[in-house]
């Protein structure tokens, strides 16, 4: 973050701290005749982690977490997790930490209240209520209603056309869950549809992909979506036609970004998610239909071929207004056979984790592609986030039941005076991945190439100075580089809940005048 943005935000803060914090606002808020009690309660219907929500009974925290946070504790998560412990303690914890939350945070607060939290707070607490509220003591519902109310009239009040990604569908939820219980609901309703078709048109590209281009807001965004359209069925009331439209567009790019194992591709901020939880989206999504081979306005391809999956960025960087989850990973790719997952890329820094993590993780050197001088292929921000202005090119092809995609980025041109050229090639059988990059331009330039590995996968240096995969399942794929031997170091793994140890291959080299050339080639290593 700038100094001048950390200024204006400064600025804003004061302004709302001024406008909203003083008692007369919360005594406008307070006004009115608020309902005793929750009219429409739809029930969540994603699935929960029990082994999460018993750590949240017994209090345990993860390493990022720095000592119980009241923002997280609130979240649908939490709730969700509790709910699949399904013990009259996971009930009464629920209630223990939306009282916590309203002890702390009933009134305005800079961050708690902003709209996007509200909107998913507002959306958490009517559809677990089911699940909780039979655990809560009678003065419980009445202050919890209240509060509510509250909540919703400010979202009425500060919802903006700034938001957007998860953050505008999580406020849109709120005025919708909002509104088919308080007096005020069917303006809120109105809002609400108008702001979610504004948001589809600006966000969601013609082959389905979001312009973010995260495999895990395409999943969240989804999910809501399915989380709207099944509420208003509920309450009888016709989804608007472009809701609807974009919620089927998005379906096929969900199963595009999809490994064997189930989970998702990490790129530009992605985990890979829980696979129970993306095949619940698809089936209450109710489409068939084949998994895509390319998402060409988004900018990825998918070749496969036997048992092999490679999954490709072949996009520009994400736009710098949905660039907040963005990394600089140009032409990265990711390779998997069957349910096993060999080359990746890093993946997205732990939601609650600081700038410095997200910043590593967006770097282009947490990537599986090429990186000159130590340097990202686009500027990033110190709270993560990228400002790319890189123009890729991409173009795919099939030969000779050779499949492949051809590439190239000018993220170093400025800096550097060198242009990235890739051509990765999957062979018909998939046994066989061939890749070949070329540095165009200027000489004695410092360059590494990456192939971050699964932390499932074993490696061993071998003579020659090839490198030799072991999966889990015992298999074993071979990593040779034309004329340089691998080097094996030390990687991070982001795509889970905690970051994993891992390992990568990888080789340096300097770059010649004109076309500097590394050919390099992963091939499954055949059982004697």
């Known amino acids: 973050m700038t100094q001048a943005v950390k200024l204006i935000d400064k600025v804003r803060r004061g302004v709302q701290s001024v406008a909203y914090g003083n008692p007369l606002y919360q005594k406008i808020l307070a006004s ?3 309902p005793e009690r929750l009219f429409f309660t739809p029930a969540d219907p994603w699935p929960g982690d029990a082994a999460a929500g018993q750590s949240i009974i017994s209090g345990q ?15 649908a998560a939490a709730l969700r997790n509790l709910r699949a412990v399904g013990t009259p303690n996971a009930s009464a914890a629920a209630v223990r930490l939306i009282e916590g939350w309203l002890d702390a945070f009933d009134g305005w607060h800079d961050t708690e209240w902003m709209p996007d939290r509200l909107g998913a707070r507002i959306a958490a607490w009517i559809g677990f209520y089911d699940f909780y509220a039979p655990a809560a003591s009678a003065s419980f519902t009445p202050r919890l209603v209240a ?18 990604e998860t953050a505008a569908i999580d406020a849109a939820r709120g005025l919708i869950y909002g509104g088919l219980n308080f007096p005020e609901g069917d303006a809120a309703l109105g809002l609400a549809c108008d ?41 009888g009331i016709r989804l608007p036609e472009n809701i609807g439209l974009g919620l089927s567009a998005m379906i096929p790019a969900l199963k595009f970004y999809r490994h064997g194992d189930g989970g998702l591709g990490l790129f530009h901020g992605a985990s890979e998610e829980t696979p129970l939880l993306i095949d619940a989206v698809l089936t209450q999504a109710s489409t068939r239909g084949r998994v895509l081979r390319r998402l060409p306005e988004t900018g990825y391809e998918r070749l496969t071929a036997g048992r092999s999956l490679l999954l490709v960025d072949a ?15 140009l032409l990265s790719f990711e390779f998997s056979a069957g349910r096993e997952r060999i080359i990746v890329n890093c993946g997205g820094a732990p939601e609650s984790s600081n700038g410095g993590w997200r910043a590593a993780c967006a770097a282009t050197a947490a990537h599986s592609t090429l990186t000159v001088a130590d340097t990202n292929a686009c ?15 991409a173009q795919r092809f099939e030969e000779g039941g050779v499949y492949g995609v051809e590439m190239s980025h000018d993220g170093y041109r400025s800096r550097f005076g060198l242009t990235h050229h890739r051509m990765l090639r999957l062979s018909g059988d998939g046994e066989t991945l061939a890749g070949r990059d070329i540095l165009q331009g200027k000489g004695g330039r410092e360059f590494s190439l990456r192939w971050h590995l699964h932390p499932g996968v074993q490696a061993a240096l071998s003579e020659g100075g090839t ?33 994993r140890r891992t390992l990568q291959a990888k080789i340096s080299s300097i770059t010649n005048a004109g076309d500097t050339a590394v050919t390099w080639g992963l091939t499954r290593e055949r059982k004697s």
């Open 32 to 34: 009115g005749d608020a």
């Open 147 to 164: 509060s509510l109310h509250r909540q919703f009239k400010h979202l009425v009040r500060t919802i903006s056309p700034s938001l957007t």
């Open 379 to 393: 500027d990033i921000g110190e709270d993560g986030g990228i400002d790319g202005t890189a123009q890729v090119a």
């Open 467 to 499: 490198a030799l995969l072991r999966t889990p399942s015992g298999g074993g794929w071979r990593l040779r580089v034309e004329g340089k031997p691998v080097a094996i170091e030390t990687s991070v793994y982001c795509g889970g809940p905690a970051p």
């Open 315 to 329: 996009g520009a960087p994400p736009p710098r207004a949905l660039g907040a989850q963005g990394h600089a990973g």
């Open 195 to 235: 702001f979610l078709q504004r948001q589809i048109a600006a966000e969601i590209l013609p082959d389905g992909g979001h312009a973010s281009r995260n495999p895990a807001a395409q999943l969240h965004i989804l999910r809501h979506l399915v989380d709207i359209r099944n509420v208003f069925e509920l309450a």
């Open 61 to 75: 925290t993860s390493m990022f977490e720095r000592g119980e946070s009241p923002a997280l504790r609130h979240a």
